[in-house]
């Protein structure tokens, strides 16, 4: 089949869902979309969902997963996360690349930190750690126009909510029949779904993501604030911050390279190697720099710091230190990370005085 396209259902503790799949690659990428999954399911759209996933064909498997079929109104989004895991159980999938966006970017966190052993890197988008008031007001309001049948509100205030000033004035020319587009037959899964989104709050256990992790904001967004993204990489430690400036909650919508932002992510190197490799070198820079402050002049010293002197020199010029000290440069290492030795001012200093000291 085209894409090698599946529509699929899984049955998993007691519980069914909607997923499609498409690409035939080794890696599992599993996609968890917003609260628009309660107005419509993926049920049979693999063929319309592939196509901006092209780029990942070769190297994933990707997966997109509905919410759970008749899903409680009391159903929160850790229990989200525990149906998702469940799902990829029973398909196999035992550990994979998670994306979610918006509500879905919710439940992905949970994923990660109520089951790491499944996440292997993790990408939020447009989400929110908790439901802050921007998010409270929005979803309350949506859930009154659902309650209501109002479907023409509810899709012109998500859409005013979401895309950005050039988008709308394209979008609106659609208001008068906007009504008329995707409206269920009942709102009850809908208004579960906006109501998980209220009882959410992660900010305790976010702490405890260590996988990579990319998350992806749009610097005027609506919906969840401007500021969730910032709050979640305050929050996640190691987290990789790329944010839309004039794009809103859609911004993985009109942003060009949205998904070779994201692929480039799933693509590059654990960082863990890389970060080992900066702590070594820190080592040895700070060990050096305590024998120099101590003015011991033994033998022992002395050939220490001539050993030390060579591996720092070699490290400082190679392209290993030019690609840490430009990941640096841009935010991708650890706020916690220790990294004298990137300081090109500090390590050539260090090396000067390892010269003086040798040529004593």
């Not at 899984?10 to 080794?26: E, H, L, P, Q, T």
């Not at 700070?286 to 030390?308: M, Q, V």
Request: hydrophobic share 40%.
């Amino acid at each position: 089949m085209l894409y090698n396209a599946v529509n699929g259902r899984v049955n998993a503790s007691g519980m069914s869902m909607s997923y499609v799949s498409f690409g035939a690659g080794k890696k599992a990428l599993v996609i968890l979309p917003g609260l628009s999954d309660g107005l419509a399911t993926v049920k049979g759209k693999a063929l319309l969902l592939a196509p901006p996933y092209k780029a990942f064909f070769k190297d994933y498997t990707v997966y997109i997963f509905s919410r759970r079929d008749g899903l409680p109104e009391t159903h929160t989004i850790r229990d989200m996360a525990a149906d998702q895991a469940a799902a990829m159980a029973e398909l196999g999938i035992g550990r994979a690349c998670v994306m979610g966006v918006s509500e879905g970017g919710m439940i992905a966190q949970a994923l990660a930190v109520g089951y790491p052993q499944l996440v292997e890197k993790l990408v939020v988008a447009v989400s929110a750690p908790y439901a802050n008031d921007t998010v409270c007001d929005n979803v309350a309001r949506w859930i009154g126009f659902a309650g209501d049948k109002e479907h023409k509100k509810l899709m012109i205030d998500t859409a005013e909510k979401s895309y950005s000033p050039a988008r709308l004035k394209k979008y609106r020319l659609i208001y008068p029949v906007i009504g008329l587009i995707g409206r269920p037959k009942d709102y009850g899964r809908f208004i579960a779904n906006a109501k998980a989104i209220l009882g959410f709050d992660l900010r305790d256990g976010l702490g405890k993501i260590k996988c990579p992790t990319l998350l992806i904001g749009g610097g005027d967004d609506k919906t969840v604030g401007a500021d969730a993204a910032n709050e979640l990489h305050s929050l996640i430690p190691g987290s990789t911050l790329h944010v839309y400036p004039g794009l809103g909650h859609a911004a993985y919508e009109e942003a060009k390279d949205f998904y070779r932002v994201v692929f480039d992510f799933l693509q590059a190197p654990d960082r863990g190697e890389q970060i080992a490799r900066i702590s070594r070198y820190e080592r040895i820079m700070c060990r050096t720099a305590e024998i120099l402050s101590s003015g011991d002049r033994s033998p022992e010293a002395r050939k220490e710091i001539e050993e030390n002197a060579k591996i720092l020199d070699a490290y400082y010029g190679s392209d290993e230190w030019k690609r840490d000290f430009e990941d640096d440069e841009a935010g991708l290492l650890p706020k916690d990370l220790r990294r004298g030795v990137l300081s090109e001012d500090g390590l050539y200093d260090l090396l000067e005085r390892c010269r003086e000291y040798l040529e004593e």
